[in-house]
Nanobody
């Protein structure tokens, strides 16, 4: 199965920025829609941003205006630019191919994002 590896997480102060990367082992992002999901302790995993193979983007209301999802097909990588981070953004972030918000592949390790107040 195609491997998706998340990276770029870390510790940041509220109001700061972070860029997450999702690297694929094969060229797939020109074919599949990709979503960034997050799961905070004690909460269900939720979809926060997605980008279709055609470049259309969607965002959860909680991150609109702060997060930007983008894709570099040549590098087989999807990014999540996160600005104006809030403590409630603290979670493990995962990427996955998806259709109508439903993930299609098994989950990877994700990358931890911690926002201090």
């Amino acid at each position: 199965q195609v491997q998706l590896v998340e990276s770029g997480g870390g510790l940041v102060q509220a109001g700061g920025s972070l860029v997450l990367s999702c690297a694929a082992s094969e060229s797939i992002f020109s074919i599949y829609s990709v979503g960034w999901y997050r799961q905070a302790p004690g909460k269900q995993r939720e979809l926060v941003a997605s980008i279709t193979s055609g470049g259309k983007t969607n965002y959860a209301d909680s991150v609109k205006g702060r997060f930007t999802i983008s894709r570099d097909n040549a590098k087989n990588t999807v990014f999540l630019q996160m600005n104006s981070l809030k403590p409630e953004d603290t979670a493990v972030y995962y990427c996955n191919t998806q259709r109508m918000g439903v993930p299609l592949r098994s989950w990877g390790q994700g990358t931890q994002v911690t926002v201090s107040s």
